[in-house]
């Protein structure tokens, strides 16, 4: 990483000695004074100072008040400075902006974050928007095309719950905005799974910050406690809970709470699951990530490596075996790369078979197309082929997810 001129840092400290420590982290001076700006709105929302009550033309009790208002104040001021300093520091060592802060935005959500569970990253919120899009037109045409041919058990819609299942679900922001987008188009029966307990936790806490916010409609039934995740007189659902997708006493217990009105025990198949390879995490990741996120949320755990993939691939494996048992219509999988989800939709198309109606891969961007690829051949790619069949890669920028449409 190159060096900062001296000069941009004295310009830093010119303007702010706070500006100057966050610099070195935002790199330019635009993205330190945002940052900068976001933590002391934080900081200033956080201890709710208040405006100093003029003393002009009022009784001596009340200039007494306002002058021990203003000692408070000024106090809080002062705290309320080092506190921003304090924080300038931690992000100077590298700590995420959304770890200090508390929280990312995600659509129109509001995800609470904390140290253990991996960030939101902004190219998960782009393909769960595209996703939300296709499953309400795919699932529509589905549900038209099975009503025509007199399969009303196969209908998606007001009469029967679309079941969205996430695994490896973090902060629960995937499941929380396909149900924010999704609710008014269908009623919603929402699992997110994680085998990491304090991501479960924080996951049911953003379920309930979201809601008490108004900044998504409450469910019918979202208790990890009930023993009926689907209540008699309908309504929407969304369960958090823990478990290993490596182990299958869970899936048994998924499979009783989604089957009876199908074929499948799910309709939607989600995640964004560890793919890093412990020797690009060590290398290619940023000081940041490696330093303060959880490792195990980012690259799989060599007790779970198959030698039929490499071990970046693990999950994908395991997630097509479990596809095979819950028979979901619609996948979507976040992958690292365009290589990478080569891979992935090779591993769909060999469990799916016949099964198999479209297969995507998605870049970044998946509804953005780039006139000028900015000289980087691999963006000018927009298909291939995996066993044979023709697969589009959709949009620009890296490849970031696999869809896969199922009949």
């Not at 009503?147 to 998606?156: E, I, P, S, T």
């Not at 039934?221 to 995740?229: I, V």
């Not at 989604?258 to 198949?269: I, Q, T």
């Not at 989800?341 to 780039?370: F, H, N, S, Y």
Request: glycine letters at 6%; proline letters at 6%; a neutral charge.
């Amino acid at each position: 990483m190159p060096r900062l001129p001296p000069s941009l840092l004295q310009r830093a400290r010119s303007i702010s000695p706070d500006l100057a420590t966050l610099l070195p982290a935002c790199r330019d001076l635009e993205s330190a004074r945002n940052e900068l700006r976001w933590i002391r709105e934080h900081v200033f929302a956080s201890s709710g100072q208040s405006q100093v009550v003029s003393s002009h033309g009022s009784s001596k009790i009340q200039v007494a008040a306002a002058a021990a208002a203003a000692v408070v104040e000024r106090e809080r001021s002062n705290h309320a400075r080092e506190v921003i300093a304090s924080l300038c520091r931690r992000r100077a060592r590298g700590e995420p902006l959304q770890y200090l802060l508390g929280s990312q935005p995600f659509g129109p959500l509001e995800i609470q974050c904390r140290r253990g569970v991996l960030i939101p990253r902004p190219e998960t919120e782009t393909w769960a928007y595209a996703l939300a899009s296709e499953v309400a037109a795919r699932l529509k045409a589905s549900s038209s095309a099975s009503a025509a041919a007199g399969h009303h058990g196969q209908r998606v819609g007001k009469s029967r719950r679309l079941r969205i299942v996430d695994f490896c679900t973090g902060t629960g922001c995937i499941p929380l905005l396909l149900y924010a987008l999704l609710h008014k188009r269908f009623q919603l029966q929402v699992w997110g799974f994680d085998v990491e307990e304090r991501a479960v936790r924080l996951a049911r806490e953003n379920l309930r910050y979201n809601v008490a916010r108004g900044l998504m409609p409450p469910p019918s039934s979202s208790s990890p406690n009930e023993h009926d995740s689907t209540p008699e007189n309908g309504g929407d659902v969304i369960r958090f809970e823990k478990a290993d997708i490596f182990a299958d006493d869970w899936l048994r217990s998924l499979l009783q709470q989604g089957g009876g009105e199908s074929s499948s025990a799910v309709d939607v198949l989600v995640s964004n699951p560890p793919y890093i390879s412990a020797k690009s995490f060590n290398r290619d990741t940023g000081r940041s990530v490696r330093n303060f996120e959880p490792r195990l949320a980012l690259v799989p755990h060599l007790r779970n490596a198959q030698a039929a993939c490499a071990p970046e691939d693990v999950f994908y494996k395991r997630l097509c075996e479990v596809a095979e048992v819950l028979q979901p219509m619609i996948m979507l999988f976040e992958v690292g790369d365009l290589e990478q989800a080569t891979r992935v939709a090779q591993m769909a198309v060999v469990a799916t078979g016949e099964r198999l109606k479209d297969l995507e891969i998605w870049r970044d961007c998946p509804d953005v197309v780039e006139e000028e690829h900015m000289g980087d051949s691999s963006s000018a790619i927009t298909e291939t082929y995996v066993e044979g069949r023709k697969v589009s890669i959709r949009g620009s920028g890296h490849g970031r997810s696999v869809f896969v449409h199922l009949r």
